[in-house]
């Protein structure tokens, strides 16, 4: 998901001067809170509250046990061995407790090593360069070239991010077999580095999910991961398409949710973006953002259920929580792939589409606060809510504190403006957005897989320490916003990311580097 550019929904205009832009900002989606989303949040909360409670219950068991000595448990045989009812309703009631204990137990989820891919020097895609190949083309009319100059000046994204070859070759060659070839050199090349730092070998992954949105292939390309790497003829597979940048996030939810049913299995998740047949080629401008936006990129994820990967694992998933807008028209359809009046394909984002990301985010986050929120900053909120919604009073709900909550943030990187709104929205800091901006900035919008991009920077800068949550949230079309929260299961050393092919760690010296704001310079 991309923030639009300032007339990103006008036609062409005309060389003649353009009025001034106006930045399109995020509303203040926290000063008007939904209840139903509150309660819904609680509902979250309640549904694993079985677990929840049996958990100490089973604790408290197991500890008193602990003391008891061979004489207390001879004394209470003399005291039961007579009252038969008793012996009974102590049984039934032990075996009870372990039963739904032990079946109400969620499996958990490690995620046990991840890889973001960097491609090569050859790739690599200044502004210079992509002005020089879209003047090539001979496609574009001179204003919007302009346009897209200008909206590459205010995007956030540096001189040092990759495009397919396909694209920068002059002229471009946008085909299938371009197409399958790029796709190829990203998953593998990031699976290929993520079996190397596991160990694990194909044969051992009994999970397989493959999110690409604008790309589905048939053979698909989950397909294509299974006939490279010879993974075994059960593997539970999916390849998830069309569900834009949020889909990463998705693809992690589904993984979960068949490791809860799959004992003793290895997850793989794959989440990237193709380009080469994505590329549009016509004059509207409302089409153009995403030229000047999406690069490439990918990751892959290896997710695990064994109790014995604990040790080795990075990170427990504690919370996802889903968002899905798309009963609204306006909702469904602010990101649309499309064609132009010239019949050409493109990805148009619409007007409305800051105004839809602010509802969904408020939806999402007002989901997400009752499950990990403390307790203070959750008393307060209710406190003023239900002095607004019961006793009519004239104050604004208090906004909780995130920061409380989680130590690292990782929002998708789908443009500046949306950044930069959703740092104030949320009284963020500029080290919490640093690893978002860096990865805007370095690799671009990398769509479902900059969420990973952030986290190895956050890991490259030896930010993660033990029992540090990390929070990820991304955009996608449909409309929906997704959050996952994970725990670290031990400090992640930056010496040792070095040597594991993190993508940052050959030049992480140079971040963080001066971005200027949205207000300084227009909208993009």
Known sequence: MDAPAPNAANPPAPAAAEPAAQPRRLPDFLQSVRLKYVKLGYHHLISHGMYLLLSPLMALVAVQLSTVSPGDLADLWEQLRFNLVSVLVCSTLLVFLSTVYFLTRPRPVYLVDFACYKPGPERRCTRQTFMRCSEATGSFTDANLDFQRKILERSGLGEDTYLPPAVLRVPPNPCMDEARREASTVMFGAIDQLLEKTGVRPKDIGILVVNCSLFNPTPSLSAMVVNHYGLRGNVVSYNLGGMGC???????????????????????????????????????????????????????????????????????????????????????????????????????LSKDLMAVAGDALKTNITTLGPLVLPLSEQLLFMATL???????????????????????????????????????????TEWHMEPSRMTLHRFGNTSSSSLWYELAYSEAKGRIGRRDRVWQIAFGSGFKCNSAVWRALRAVAPEAEAERGNPWAAEIHRFPVDVPRVSKVGSA
């Open 386 to 428: 239900v002095a607004k919604k019961a006793f009519k009073a004239k104050i604004k709900p208090y906004i909780p504190d995130f920061k409380l909550a989680f130590e690292h943030v990782c929002i998708h990187a789908g443009g500046r403006a949306v950044l930069d709104e959703l740092e104030r929205n949320l009284g963020l």
């Open 246 to 348: 949020s889909a990463g996030l998705l693809s992690v939810d589904l993984a979960k949710d068949l490791l809860q049913v799959h004992p003793s299995s290895y997850a793989l998740v794959v989440s990237m973006e193709n380009i080469t047949l994505n590329w549009y080629f016509g004059n509207d401008r409302s089409m153009l953002v995403s030229n000047c936006l999406f690069r490439m990129g990918g990751a892959a994820i290896l997710l695990s259920n064994r109790r014995s990967d604990r040790r080795r694992s990075k990170y427990e998933l504690v919370h996802t929580v889903r968002t899905h807008k798309g009963a609204d028209d306006k909702c469904f359809g602010c990101v649309t792939q499309q064609e132009d009046g010239d019949g050409k394909v493109g990805v148009s």
